[in-house]
């Protein structure tokens, strides 16, 4: 079952240009890891220090083996300097848009 991994921190509004940096050089490393399927950076629109990271993962044992790999520390370490983490959640996608719709059209 695909899953998303949200990441809510927040980073210093100074340290905002270089954190999104660190983020690029990050995701740049961790898309070639088997079972990751793609990231999102947000910013929050009304509090700009705060950001949530979002990725897809094709399962959640993929993304947990990855995270408790030694080298998800390194991996991870241009961004470290420049956030504190305030959760982590991993959700499995219990039904994804279209397919919603279809079963309530009765497809």
């Known amino acids: 079952m695909t899953a998303r991994v949200m990441v809510s921190a927040r980073v210093a509004v100074e ?3 270089a954190f999104e940096r660190a983020y690029a050089e990050v995701t ?3 898309a070639d890891v088997p079972g990751h399927l793609g ?3 947000l910013r929050d629109h009304e509090e700009p220090e705060r950001y949530v990271l979002l990725s897809e993962w094709e399962s959640t044992e993929h993304f ?3 995270e408790d790999a030694p080298v ?3 991996t991870t370490t241009p961004m470290r300097p420049y956030w504190r983490v305030l959760e ?3 959700y499995e996608v219990a039904k994804e848009g279209d397919q919603a ?3 309530v059209a009765g497809g």
């Open 15 to 17: 340290h905002a240009e």
């Open 28 to 30: 740049s490393k961790v």
């Open 39 to 41: 990231d999102q950076l």
């Open 64 to 66: 947990l083996a990855w």
């Open 72 to 74: 998800h520390r390194d």
């Open 88 to 90: 982590r959640r991993v």
């Open 101 to 103: 719709r279809a079963e």
